[in-house]
């Protein structure tokens, strides 16, 4: 068992600032794609673009429409 300081950031903390900076750059890659390829753009399309797998989406994001 891991005993915390006062002061120490809780992993879970990091992990949670970490998952909403992977969600931010999903929002603004998706954002940019749709204003070059427009609104319509596949979860095929997004991967294949960005290189961020549809399983890492779906790990930050419910479904495709939440993203």
């Avoid at 600032?17 to 390829?37: F, H, K, P, V, W």
């Avoid at 319509?40 to 399983?55: V, Y």
Wanted: aromatic fraction near 8%; charge should be neutral.
């Amino acid at each position: 068992m891991e005993t915390w300081r006062m002061g120490e950031q809780s992993k879970r903390s990091t992990q949670r600032s970490t998952n909403a900076e992977r969600r931010q750059r999903m929002i603004d890659a998706l954002r940019e794609l749709a204003e070059r390829l427009g609104p319509e753009i596949s979860m095929r399309q997004f991967a294949r673009e960005t290189g961020i797998s549809d399983t890492n989406v779906y790990l930050l994001f419910e479904n495709w429409g939440d993203l």
